[in-house]
């Protein structure tokens, strides 16, 4: 049988363009909250004070985004009540918007530590240590919100997948960051820094994978969270 | 069923235009119209009005004890299709009935089948409150009266009372029961006629959009009402609400153009349809 998503306009133009509107505020939250990801790895990298009291600053937008899109997500359900596909699309929207709300957290975090640590900057230093695994994390985030704009079940369950990298990579940085602070005890402080930064960018592959589960049930119809990528893979076995 | 090949707007085909798709011969219902515990089958139907096709191999059952809705267009068939299960088309004279249908598993368009215990056993609740111009004892009491089911005044004032209490009707007009019925609200002689259809002791209730003449309020207490009956009764309603038809059934039927569409869980019906017909539908895309 045909799965497609139907692409057929509502009665209502009104309605279609409430939709679209929730959609495109969606994509704009997302672009704003990658645009932050990818800034505070770049002031922590660079040493950037700057760039990183920028980002953190850039918190209070994703804030109102999220409390913008809900109460749309709201207005929808109460007026139009919505069925199916619009069902599942507003019911993911709302948990997706959490969940681009706390990457934007994890953002403001890293930029935090990142201006504390830019004192201590030198060319070849620990700064860049999490800069693979940031870069990593900025691209599940990237794939994430392409897969939504797309409605794309298989870039979701690739998305899935390589978080385990990024969990991975996270765990082998901390054993990293332990040698060195034990070769350089008076840095230590610094380093816990660091990891709290790897340890952020960790957690923002793990809210990707959230948004990725998000854009499955859209999609699908199908919850697909607390199951680990085999049994996703299983279910969409064709 | 599910599948990772799914892709969405940017390469969807163009959607099915529910209003200009008229070719449906070639679908087979989706879900799951069988049920094990059947009160009433049917199979290989198809209804003609005169040369007019109005229902096409529609083949389904109700389970004992559900509520089952049947949504669909003006003119997909989902009225007619209720209307043979106690043979109300019988009255149509250009109406032709085809196909099997089964009520505990007997034939109900046998030749010995009479059609008034028929109608006795599937009761049926219209679109417009339509209470015989009697009083509100008397609407109630008609029909136990022809089946003779009480033997005395004091057993008929039972049924009575019991059938208005079971359509949540009683306490609202227990003092005036030799008062006309038509003079009640519109939502009160809804529930009149339900007391009416209830007090034969029926097995099956059929609703043809019992509250499309009714407000919110009447509407929610005849809701509650059918979910209360279910615990004795079967029920089929058609609505064209779909929030309605959400709310109060346990399983829901996608009618289009005399076809059966799609029979499912309720739940599932309206968060994961399954024929793009119906996600059109339920979701207010029209073309």
Known sequence: MDKSLPSGQHTSQRYNAELEQLRSSVLSMGGLVERQCAEALEALVKGDEELARSVSGSDDAVNRYELEISAQCIDILARRQPAARDLRMVVSIIRMVANLERIGDEAAKVARMAAKLADDYHEQSYHSEPLHLGKGAQALLHNALDAFARLDVDASIDVIARDEDIDREFKSLTRILVSHMTENPERVKNMLRVNSCARAFERIGDHATNLCEEVIYLVAGSDVRHLDIEEIRERFRS | ?287
């Open chain 2, 1 to 287: 069923m599910e599948t990772g090949k799914v892709q969405g707007n940017a390469t969807a085909k163009p959607a099915l235009d529910i209003t200009e798709h008229t070719d449906v011969g070639a679908y087979e219902t989706t879900g799951t119209p069988f049920v094990d515990n059947p009160k009433m089958s049917a199979r290989g139907v198809n209804v003609f009005y005169g040369e007019k096709q109005a229902i096409t191999d529609v083949s389904l059952d109700i389970g004992g004890n559900e509520v089952i809705a049947m949504i669909g267009p003006s003119g997909c068939g989902k009225s007619t299709f209720l209307r043979t299960l106690n043979r109300m088309n019988d009255i149509i004279p250009i109406c032709r009935v085809k196909g099997e249908f089964t009520l505990d598993g007997e034939d109900i368009y046998g030749a010995s089948q009479d059609t008034v215990l028929l109608r006795a056993r599937v009761g049926m609740v219209f679109q417009k409150p339509n209470p015989f111009p009697k009083s509100i004892y008397e609407n109630v009491a008609y029909g136990p009266r022809i089946h003779g089911l009480a033997h005395n005044k004091a057993e008929m004032d039972e049924i009575v009372e019991d059938s208005l209490r079971r359509a949540s009707l009683f306490n609202e007009v227990k003092d005036q029961l030799d008062k006309p019925g038509t003079g009640l609200s519109g939502g009160q002689q809804q529930r009149l006629c339900i007391a009416r259809a209830i007090a034969v002791s029926p097995e099956v209730i059929l609703m043809d959009e019992p509250c499309s003449a009714l407000d919110p309020i009447a509407t929610a207490r005849i809701e509650e009402l059918i979910d209360e009956l279910k615990e004795n009764y079967t029920i089929a309603i058609v609505t064209h609400s779909m929030q309605q038809a959400a709310r109060v059934s346990q399983r829901t039927a996608y009618f289009h153009l005399g076809k059966l569409i799609e029979v499912g869980e309720t739940k599932q019906v309206f968060t994961m349809p399954q024929h793009e017909l119906t996600e059109n539908y339920i979701t207010g895309r029209f073309g």
